[in-house]
C-alpha cells in the first residue's frame, strides 16, 4: 500500500490549497454578512456563486464522481480525492458547495451516475453535474427509528402509470432551497418482502402536488442556511411516473448502502480538515495568549492536547486513506468494515479535538467569530448521520466476533 499522492493527486491538492487561499478564507466573513443580510433567504448566496466560478477555472469542480462526466471535466478516484477532500473540510460551509462536491447533492449524483436509466441522468443528473440545479435526500422519518431503515413508514404504492408517495420526512438535506429542484425518497413497495426488500427509491420532482416543506430544522441553533438546510417534508398522495423508481422495486435499501457508504467517507476525509484548521488555530491561540505571564503553549495541559490531537488525527487520516483505496482496489462493499470504522472513529474524535480547541479559546471559542463552534455541531452530527455510532459499532464487532470463528460459530452470529 503506497498512500503518497501521485502526481494527479498532488496537483489538485496545490490547486486546492491556492483556492483556499485565494478565495475560499477571504470569503467567509463576506458569506457571514450575506447571510445576515438576507435572514430569510436559503439558496445559494452571491459569494458562493463567485466562488464556484473560480471553482470551475481552476479545474476543482465535481472531482468527487471518478471518470468522464458530462460537464466535460474529470472526477478523481477516492484516493486521489482523499487529500482534496480532507483541504475543502478546512472550510466547511464554503469550499465543498462551491466545487459542487457537498452533500446531498454529490450522493445524489453518485445514486444517479450508478443507478439511473438514460433518460433520468439526462434529466437530472446532467443539470446536477452543471450545479444549475440543487438536490435533497429524504429518508429519515420523525417517527421511525432511523437505526432500522427497514421500518419506513413512508409509503410509495403502484398506481396504474404512477407510484404515489405518502408519508412524512425529516431532516431532509438541501430542501430549505428553493433550487432543490429533486427530492430523492426512500420508502416501502411492499411490506411484506424481506426485510431489506421492502424499500424503494424513487425520484420526486420538488414542484410535485402533494410535495409540502414544512419548516427547517437546526444543529444547535445552526441551520445551514447557507446550504439549503435540513427540512421536515411531508408527501401527501404525491404522484409521480412510475418512470422516476430508481432501478427497481425492492432495490431501495441496496441503493442507499451504495449512496452513504462513499459519503461516509468523504464526510471524514472533510472531518480532518475540520480538525487540521482546529489545529492552526490552536496553536497561534496558544502562542499569542498569554495567562499567568506564560504563554499558553508553555503550559503543560496544552502541550497534552496539542499532541493527543496530532497523533489522533494522523492515525485516522491513515484508516481513511486505506479505506479509500481499498473502495478503489477491491470495491465498496469489500470496504465496509473500514468504512464503518472510520465513520465511528473520525466523527468522535474530531469532535474531542474541537472541544479542546473551544476551550483554549475560551468564550471566544463559542462564538461565531471563530468557525469551531460550527464545525463542532457539524462534527457532533456525522455521528448521527447516515447511521448512529451505535448501529456501525455492533455491526463492525459482529464482523469481529465472526472473523475467526468457525461456520457454526458465525451462523449463531448472525443478524
Given at each position: 500500500?503506497?498512500?503518497a499522492?501521485?502526481?494527479?493527486?498532488?496537483?489538485?491538492?496545490?490547486?486546492?490549497?491556492?483556492?483556499?487561499?485565494?478565495?475560499?478564507?477571504?470569503?467567509?466573513?463576506?458569506?457571514?454578512e450575506?447571510?445576515a443580510?438576507?435572514?430569510?433567504?436559503?439558496?445559494l448566496?452571491?459569494?458562493?456563486?463567485?466562488?464556484?466560478?473560480?471553482?470551475?477555472?481552476?479545474?476543482?469542480w465535481?472531482?468527487?464522481?471518478?471518470?468522464?462526466?458530462?460537464?466535460?471535466?474529470?472526477?478523481?478516484?477516492?484516493?486521489?480525492?482523499?487529500?482534496?477532500?480532507?483541504?475543502?473540510?478546512?472550510?466547511?460551509?464554503?469550499?465543498?458547495?462551491?466545487?459542487?462536491?457537498?452533500?446531498?447533492?454529490?450522493?445524489?449524483?453518485?445514486l444517479?451516475?450508478?443507478?439511473?436509466?438514460?433518460?433520468q441522468?439526462?434529466?437530472?443528473?446532467?443539470?446536477?453535474?452543471?450545479?444549475?440545479?440543487?438536490?435533497?435526500?429524504?429518508?429519515?422519518?420523525?417517527?421511525?427509528?432511523?437505526?432500522?431503515?427497514?421500518?419506513?413508514?413512508?409509503?410509495?404504492?403502484?398506481?396504474?402509470?404512477?407510484?404515489?408517495v405518502?408519508?412524512?420526512?425529516?431532516?431532509?438535506?438541501?430542501?430549505?432551497?428553493?433550487?432543490?429542484?429533486l427530492?430523492?425518497?426512500?420508502?416501502?413497495?411492499?411490506p411484506?418482502?424481506?426485510?431489506?426488500?421492502r424499500?424503494?427509491?424513487?425520484?420526486?420532482?420538488?414542484?410535485?402536488?402533494?410535495?409540502?416543506?414544512?419548516?427547517?430544522?437546526s444543529?444547535?441553533?445552526?441551520?445551514?442556511r447557507?446550504?439549503?438546510?435540513?427540512?421536515?417534508?411531508?408527501?401527501?398522495?404525491?404522484?409521480?411516473?412510475?418512470?422516476?423508481?430508481?432501478?427497481g422495486?425492492?432495490?431501495?435499501?441496496?441503493?442507499?448502502?451504495?449512496?452513504?457508504?462513499?459519503?461516509?467517507?468523504?464526510?471524514?476525509?472533510?472531518?480532518?480538515?475540520?480538525?487540521?484548521?482546529?489545529?492552526?488555530?490552536?496553536?497561534?491561540?496558544?502562542?499569542?495568549?498569554?495567562a499567568?505571564?506564560?504563554?499558553?503553549?508553555?503550559?503543560?495541559v496544552?502541550?497534552?492536547?496539542?499532541?493527543?490531537?496530532?497523533?489522533?488525527?494522523?492515525?485516522?487520516?491513515?484508516?481513511?486513506?486505506?479505506?479509500?483505496?481499498?473502495?478503489?482496489?477491491?470495491?465498496?462493499?469489500?470496504?465496509?468494515?473500514?468504512?464503518?470504522?472510520?465513520?465511528?472513529?473520525?466523527?468522535?474524535?474530531?469532535?474531542?479535538?474541537?472541544?479542546?480547541?473551544?476551550?483554549?479559546?475560551?468564550?471566544?471559542?463559542?462564538?461565531?467569530?471563530?468557525?469551531?463552534?460550527?464545525?463542532?455541531?457539524?462534527?457532533?452530527?456525522?455521528?448521527?448521520?447516515?447511521?448512529?455510532?451505535?448501529?456501525?459499532?455492533?455491526?463492525?464487532?459482529?464482523?469481529?466476533?465472526?472473523?475467526?470463528?468457525?461456520?457454526?460459530e458465525?451462523?449463531?452470529?448472525?443478524?
Amino acid at each position: 500500500m503506497d498512500f503518497a499522492p501521485d502526481p494527479t493527486a498532488s496537483k489538485h491538492a496545490d490547486l486546492m490549497r491556492d483556492f483556499l487561499e485565494d478565495c475560499v478564507y477571504p470569503a467567509e466573513p463576506v458569506l457571514r454578512e450575506e447571510v445576515a443580510q438576507t435572514p430569510d433567504v436559503w439558496s445559494l448566496r452571491p459569494v458562493v456563486g463567485l466562488l464556484r466560478d473560480d471553482a470551475r477555472e481552476r479545474g476543482l469542480w465535481n472531482l468527487f464522481l471518478p471518470g468522464e462526466h458530462g460537464d466535460g471535466g474529470r472526477g478523481l478516484t477516492t484516493l486521489q480525492y482523499a487529500p482534496v477532500a480532507e483541504l475543502s473540510g478546512r472550510s466547511p460551509q464554503l469550499a465543498p458547495v462551491a466545487m459542487n462536491c457537498a452533500a446531498p447533492d454529490s450522493g445524489n449524483m453518485e445514486l444517479l451516475h450508478e443507478f439511473g436509466t438514460p433518460a433520468q441522468r439526462e434529466r437530472w443528473l446532467a443539470p446536477l453535474l452543471a450545479g444549475s440545479i440543487r438536490s435533497a435526500f429524504c429518508m429519515t422519518e420523525p417517527d421511525v427509528a432511523s437505526s432500522d431503515a427497514a421500518g419506513l413508514a413512508t409509503r410509495i404504492r403502484r398506481d396504474g402509470d404512477s407510484y404515489v408517495v405518502t408519508g412524512r420526512k425529516w431532516w431532509s438535506t438541501g430542501a430549505m432551497n428553493p433550487d432543490a429542484a429533486l427530492l430523492v425518497v426512500m420508502g416501502t413497495t411492499d411490506p411484506q418482502a424481506a426485510r431489506h426488500r421492502r424499500q424503494s427509491m424513487i425520484l420526486v420532482p420538488r414542484d410535485t402536488p402533494g410535495v409540502r416543506v414544512v419548516r427547517p430544522l437546526s444543529v444547535f441553533g445552526y441551520d445551514d442556511r447557507d446550504h439549503g438546510g435540513h427540512a421536515e417534508v411531508v408527501f401527501e398522495d404525491a404522484r409521480v411516473p412510475v418512470e422516476n423508481l430508481v432501478r427497481g422495486e425492492g432495490d431501495g435499501f441496496a441503493i442507499a448502502q451504495a449512496r452513504l457508504g462513499p459519503g461516509r467517507v468523504h464526510h471524514c476525509m472533510r472531518a480532518l480538515g475540520m480538525a487540521e484548521r482546529a489545529m492552526d488555530l490552536m496553536g497561534a491561540r496558544a502562542r499569542q495568549r498569554v495567562a499567568f505571564g506564560r504563554p499558553l503553549a508553555a503550559q503543560g495541559v496544552v502541550r497534552e492536547w496539542l499532541a493527543e490531537s496530532r497523533w489522533t488525527i494522523e492515525a485516522l487520516r491513515l484508516l481513511v486513506l486505506k479505506t479509500a483505496w481499498l473502495m478503489d482496489t477491491v470495491g465498496n462493499r469489500a470496504a465496509m468494515t473500514e468504512i464503518q470504522a472510520i465513520k465511528v472513529a473520525v466523527p468522535g474524535a474530531v469532535q474531542q479535538i474541537l472541544d479542546r480547541a473551544m476551550q483554549l479559546f475560551g468564550a471566544a471559542g463559542l462564538h461565531d467569530d471563530e468557525p469551531l463552534a460550527a464545525m463542532f455541531a457539524a462534527a457532533r452530527a456525522l455521528r448521527l448521520a447516515d447511521g448512529p455510532d451505535e448501529v456501525h459499532r455492533a455491526s463492525l464487532g459482529a464482523a469481529e466476533a465472526r472473523r475467526t470463528a468457525t461456520p457454526d460459530e458465525a451462523e449463531a452470529l448472525s443478524p
